[in-house]
């Protein structure tokens, strides 16, 4: 029997359950869909990446990738009857367009006779599969990696056996990658598989420590894979020791499966404050406040470990995880702008770009999240340049205003007049911003007579 295997955030042969699954019923009809609905919240950045990682998926099928664009419920639909399949396999899709779109897939394919099957998930854990010994989800971290720890140990699984691929099904032509001046990754399983064996390999040797370093360049750059499926985390898990790096690197894995059950508890929260008492904090919505948003998006705040990661984003569509928390409470807590605005700018340029992942990342920062008091916690833009950056070199390479300053006083040029010729001032005094920034928290947190945290 005929069967479609409808590939959506898991463009890889090895490890991908919903193919195995698909496969064993008999011939496959490979299909992915262009879905507007998600490429026009997409930046080109993204949308270029995901068009030459279907390339290289499209290769290892024999170029039997069938392509549709459109509603997939009814692109789906179509194509089932088409080819007379009697099932639909995907792997499953936690977030709240997906759970939504997928029901309205499976009411339509079960109307017409055809089975529709979700197998697994992109993470290692599912979203909603973990809870605490009441049924209710985990809201704190560290008692979810606890839980987590287990079940995250399940192995991968090979590649389908005896694979049949049903021919004769008219596709459209693959999408074109849309012209980018980043520098984007290698596309594909191929170029993520051979990036995990370099980090096996050793260099996750020094992660714990050095992770934080954007001058060093020592972290995964898996993102993008994971973000599109390229490598699944069990492959990730499966090749991780002891030693203190790999631990570190289990740990993050872990923060992304665990954002990604915030979210599937919370779906409003990809837009909306968890703890809605501090999501009430004053934000700024000024002419004023369009002028230092610009400013912050193009890299000319005036302070250079901020600038640095915003110009970094976009010359290469990524940034640094410590840079993307600086830069992000720079703008929610010395700019008093809201963080769904930065969240929004982050999802168009970032090349991995996750829903989940970057609203709770946003939220942690803002304050408005996960975090049991983190309202107070104001990143001092010099002080963590000086720590992360201590000799300049990540700011130099990105900021060639400040090539000419030697050494950690290039995170303040403003101490040196004339040395940063082009390079402007800062365009707010940090330390008046962070007393602005708790005071309209204290402000927040006094408008409820209880604490709503979710």
């Not at 359950?17 to 869909?33: L, N």
């Not at 090749?239 to 631990?247: D, I, K, S, T, Y």
């Not at 990809?270 to 406040?289: C, M, V």
């Not at 409470?329 to 929004?344: E, P, T, Y």
Request: with cysteine; proline share 8%; charged share 25%.
């Amino acid at each position: 029997m005929t069967s479609l295997m409808w590939f959506r955030r898991d463009l890889r042969l090895a490890d991908n359950p919903a193919f195995v699954a698909a496969a064993g019923r008999g011939p496959v009809v490979p299909v992915f869909v262009v879905d507007p609905h998600l490429t026009g919240a997409s930046g080109d950045a993204r949308l270029a990446f995901l068009a030459r990682c279907l390339q290289t998926l499209d290769e290892s099928l024999a170029d039997r990738m069938v392509l549709r664009t459109g509603d997939p419920t009814e692109a789906i639909t179509r194509l089932a009857q088409e080819s007379g399949a009697s099932a639909v396999f995907a792997t499953a899709d936690f977030g709240p367009y997906g759970r939504d779109r997928d029901a309205a897939v499976a009411a339509r394919l079960s109307a017409l006779g055809i089975e529709f099957e979700l197998v697994e998930s992109p993470y290692a854990v599912p979203p909603g599969s973990i809870t605490k010994a009441d049924g209710t989800p985990y809201r704190v971290f560290t008692p979810y990696f606890r839980a987590w720890q287990e079940p995250a140990r399940a192995m991968p699984c090979p590649e389908p056996s005896g694979l049949v691929m049903s021919g004769g099904i008219e596709s459209e032509p693959l999408p074109h990658a849309p012209a980018v001046s980043a520098l984007l990754p290698e596309p594909g399983e191929r170029a993520a598989l051979l990036r995990l064996a370099d980090l096996a390999g050793g260099e996750l040797d020094g992660y714990a420590v050095e992770r934080d370093r954007p001058d060093l360049d020592r972290t995964s750059k898996l993102s993008p894979y994971l973000k599109l499926g390229c490598i699944h985390p069990r492959q990730i898990l499966a090749v991780l020791g002891n030693a203190p790096g790999h631990e570190a690197f289990r740990r993050q894995l872990a923060w992304r499966d665990f954002y990604a059950d915030v979210l599937f508890h919370r779906p409003d929260s990809r837009t909306s404050s968890l703890q809605a008492r501090l999501g009430r904090i004053r934000t700024d919505h000024d002419a004023r406040a369009d002028d230092r948003f610009a400013r912050w998006a193009a890299g000319r705040t005036g302070y250079p470990i901020v600038d640095a990661g915003m110009r970094q984003l976009a010359s290469t569509a990524w940034m640094h995880n410590r840079v993307r928390m600086l830069a992000a409470s720079f703008l929610v807590k010395d700019l008093h702008l809201d963080w769904r605005r930065g969240a929004r700018h982050f999802m168009q340029c970032l090349v991995d770009g996750d829903l989940a992942s970057n609203a709770h990342g946003w939220q942690w920062v803002a304050g408005t999240g996960t975090d049991a008091a983190p309202y107070h916690r104001i990143f001092n833009p010099v002080v963590q340049g000086t720590r992360f950056d201590p000799h300049g070199d990540y700011v130099r390479r990105w900021v060639p205003e400040l090539a000419g300053i030697d050494g950690p006083a290039v995170h303040e040029p403003w101490k040196l007049p004339g040395a940063a010729r082009g390079y402007p001032p800062p365009i707010v005094d940090h330390a008046a911003e962070r007393r602005e920034a708790l005071a309209r928290y204290s402000e927040a947190r006094s408008t409820l007579g209880t604490d709503d945290r979710y």
